[in-house]
């Protein structure tokens, strides 16, 4: 029998197809990422189009400056400051992160640090549900149940429509975001580093806050970034809990020399956010081509900016202080 065998590729049959599956996955895997890009050009260009045709009629300077907002034609004529509006976005804003924030991230250092893999397989995907749950569903439970509630008991004063029931149900929805955000950032942090501390004689809470939470701060604080994102863009909890009255808070004065705005002023009564009112243009009888039927676009164009700068910022931050294992 002859030494030099000769052995069959077995692979070489398999090449042709094998490359023919890697060019046509590619080929899908281009096509859905051009498709996602497309879109968002397509949005921006809708919106940048129609909010031309507004500020052809309107001064940029009274929209982003102007104190009321009444696009209907009726009773005090056009009206397009935004300026009650934006308060009325970073009311529920920044009241939703101070829920979201602590919580989701004290919740995240739980499962990750403190939970047995069992105990985090049952809780992590109920605190997820709260995700899935319909915004209206939280807007109506913040209209039928937490305002009646709260005025009965804490605070009497309490508007039917109001933003402080509106923000709690926002800071709500957004704990699962920020929560599984940061704790999948968390449990990438190597066990190495945590082995460390422990061998210096560090206890379990200064190991998690001290080293797992520095090292994660990327993703924690992109987690945060996106809720507020989120916050900012959220319409159904707004419309049913918060009201449409677009207001601005009376300023009063401690002294007569330092001017501030009760907080009681700001939540306890109703307001109008910016997707509201995009809301009530969409859904009252105004024309197509007017005058307030395009200010719905322009008033789209700013949380496009203001959700597209706030992106960015996750990006910068998640970049800068990404560690590498």
């Known amino acids: 029998m002859s030494a030099d065998t000769d052995t069959p590729d077995l692979t070489g049959g398999r090449r042709g197809l094998q490359r023919i599956m890697d060019s046509t996955s590619t ?20 919106l940048l189009s129609s909010s031309l045709d507004f500020f052809s009629a309107v001064q940029i300077t009274d929209f982003l400056f102007g104190r009321d907002w009444s696009p209907n034609p009726l009773g005090e004529g056009e009206l397009f400051g935004i ?21 989701g991230t004290l919740t995240a250092i739980y499962l990750s640090e403190y939970a047995s893999p069992r ?21 109506y439970f913040a209209l039928v149940y937490v305002t009646p509630l ?5 605070f009497p ?28 950032a968390m449990s990438a942090v190597p066990d190495e580093l945590r082995n460390a501390g422990y061998g210096l004689g560090a206890t379990k809470f200064e190991v998690s806050t001290s080293i797992v939470v520095p090292a994660a701060i990327s993703g924690i604080v992109s987690s945060y970034i996106l809720a507020v994102s989120r916050a900012i863009g959220e319409t159904m909890i707004v419309v049913v809990a918060m009201g449409s009255q677009a207001r601005i808070p009376p300023v009063k004065e ?13 939540l306890f009564d109703s307001g109008m956010t910016i ?34 700068v706030l992106n960015v910022i996750s990006d910068i931050i998640a970049k800068r202080y990404r560690e590498e294992y």
């Open 275 to 308: 997707t509201v009112a995009m809301v009530e243009i969409a859904g009252s009888d105004l024309t197509g081509g007017t005058t307030p039927y395009d200010a719905m676009f322009a008033l789209g164009l700013a949380l496009f900016v203001v959700t597209l």
């Open 83 to 103: 300026v009650p509006l934006i308060i009325g976005t970073l009311t529920v804003t920044i009241t939703a992160a101070f829920i979201a924030i602590p919580i």
């Open 157 to 184: 004063n309490l508007s039917t429509f109001n933003a402080f029931s509106a923000s709690l149900m926002i800071g709500i929805m957004t704990i699962p975001m920020v929560s599984s955000i940061s704790e999948d």
């Open 119 to 139: 105990l985090r397989s049952v809780l992590k995907p109920m605190l997820e549900i709260l995700a899935g749950i319909p915004t209206v569903v939280y807007g």
């Open 254 to 266: 401690i002294g007569g020399l330092i001017p501030y705005v009760h907080p009681a002023d700001v």
């Open 27 to 46: 080929a899908v895997f281009a096509v859905c990422a051009a498709v996602t890009l497309l879109t968002t050009l397509a949005i921006f260009a809708t």
């Open 150 to 154: 709260f005025k009965a008991t804490l």
